[in-house]
T-cell receptor, first 112, second 111 residues
């Protein structure tokens, strides 16, 4: 059974600091997603990572994938308050399926 | 291009009742997936429909069912509601080999 684990589950940080969220998964996967969710809102797609060594960056967020270690990271650079949200990683086995297995989510709180 | 539309946005029901939620995918998307989100269990996959056929199913009791129409719109139904069914229900649509786009969800409260 595919399991996805994130850590930490809660992260409180000061503006301007850097930090990394980790996402481990238990079996091989075809795609790894990172989503952002604001309270009471839906999931916003941030990154889709397809292959080993993939790295994608958008603003202060950078995601990477190591399929051999079954590990993805979401790195936050010089955090700002607007990044406060819950971040989920999700794994998809098979590219032609709508079934994603989600991690527990990491709630990020950025303090001014 | 319109996004994934879910109706209603909020719903309050009592135990034992049944409920139907609706999802209209992005135009051209033939796959619709449903997820349940609760504080305790997180985001869990319910089922996926593609071209009116259920393609994948999660580990939920038979009280949870769904269907998809020829225009790709989908509905999910929960019968004999329980308190534990209170959750945010999210629908996502996609095309072949493309990422999923999520709707705003339906917040269901069971009293």
């Amino acid at each position: 059974e595919l399991k996805v684990e994130q850590n930490p589950l809660f992260l409180s940080m000061q503006e301007g600091k850097n930090y990394t969220i980790y996402c481990n998964y238990s079996t091989t996967s075809d795609r790894l997603y990172w989503y952002r969710q604001d309270p009471g809102k839906s999931l916003e797609s941030l990154f889709v990572l397809l292959s080993n060594g993939a790295v994608k960056q958008e603003g202060r967020l950078m995601a990477s994938l190591d399929t051999k270690a079954r590990l993805s990271t979401l790195h936050i650079t010089a955090a700002v308050h607007d990044l406060s949200a819950t971040y989920f990683c999700a794994v998809q086995r098979g590219s032609n399926t709508g079934k994603l297995i989600f991690g527990q989510g990491t709630t990020l709180q950025v303090k001014p | 291009k319109a996004g994934v539309t879910q109706t209603p946005r909020y719903l309050i029901k009592t135990r034992g009742q049944q409920v139907t939620l609706s999802c209209s995918p992005i135009s051209g998307h033939r796959s619709v997936s449903w997820y349940q989100q609760t504080p305790g269990q997180g985001l869990q996959f319910l089922f996926e429909y593609f071209s009116e056929t259920q393609r994948n199913k999660g580990n939920f009791p038979g009280r949870f069912s769904g269907r998809q129409f020829s225009n790709s719109r989908s509905e999910m139904n929960v019968s004999t509601l329980e308190l534990g069914d209170s959750a945010l229900y999210l629908c996502a649509s996609s095309t072949t080999n493309e990422k999923l786009f999520f709707g705003s969800g339906t917040q269901l409260s069971v009293l």
